[in-house]
Each structure stands twice: as structure tokens, then as C-alpha cells.
């Protein structure tokens, strides 16, 4: 059984800095292309990070060159580096691995229907102004 196992939320004022963790089981991310997915507080979801498999990331416009993805392979997890935090971060960031091939097969979730197969249980980050 696949199991994401996400960690490193918490509450941080405007300008601070989290990283979230998120530990896979049962998958190798390495193998896998991955996102972080942020779900607003109106339930609006964003797409705000990838990583594929061969190594390529993708950021929002409105967090590049503040938030960096990277992965440990040694320890199966990755990493949601968030710096200089804004107000409009705020919510509740899920993990998601393995994208299906037809954009359709993997399991629903309301921020990515059926693109992923696996996601993790959801971190929240609040960025307080």
C-alpha cells in the first residue's frame, strides 16, 4: 500500500519561512513525477510545484523564486521549501505522486480530479499579516 506522509506546517508571520516534508512509503519518488497542491480557505485549489521524474520543476508565478521543491532520495521524501511567506500562501498544501498518463486514472481529489494516484493527508500553513 502507497502511503504520502506529509509533516512541516505550521503558523508564520508575513516574511517567514517553512518547509514541508513529504514521505512516501511503498513508491519511489524518485520514479515518479510529483506536485504540491495549495487549497484555499474558499476551497480554490492551485496547482504551485511540480517535480518529474527526469528532474524537471515547475512553480506558479506567484511563488517562483520564492518556494523551491527538491527531493532526497536516500530518504524518499520531498520538499517543499517556502520562503518570504505572504498572507495569500495560506492553506492547506497537499503532496500528490505519480501522475497518470491520461490525466483521468489516478484517485479523485478536488484539487487535481483524477491526475494523481496518490496524495498525502494535507498540511496547513498560515501566513498571518
Known amino acids: 500500500e502507497v502511503q504520502l506522509a506529509e509533516s512541516g506546517g505550521g503558523s508564520v508571520q508575513t516574511g517567514g519561512s517553512l518547509r514541508l516534508s513529504c514521505t512516501a512509503s511503498g513508491l519511489r519518488f524518485g520514479d515518479s513525477d510529483m506536485a504540491w497542491y495549495r487549497k484555499s480557505a474558499g476551497h480554490e485549489c492551485h496547482l504551485v510545484s511540480t517535480l518529474t521524474d527526469s528532474g524537471t520543476t515547475y512553480y506558479r508565478d506567484s511563488v517562483e523564486g520564492r518556494f523551491t521543491i527538491s527531493l532526497d532520495n536516500a530518504k524518499n521524501t520531498v520538499y517543499l521549501e517556502m520562503n518570504s511567506l505572504k498572507p495569500e500562501d495560506t492553506g492547506v498544501y497537499y503532496c500528490?505522486?505519480?501522475?497518470?498518463?491520461?490525466?483521468?486514472?489516478?484517485?479523485?481529489?478536488?484539487?487535481?480530479?483524477?491526475?494523481?494516484?496518490?496524495w498525502g493527508q494535507g498540511a496547513q500553513v498560515t501566513v498571518s499579516s
Open positions: 500528490a505522486a505519480k501522475r497518470s498518463p491520461s490525466g483521468y486514472g489516478g484517485a479523485w481529489h478536488i484539487c487535481a480530479l483524477y491526475e494523481y494516484y496518490y
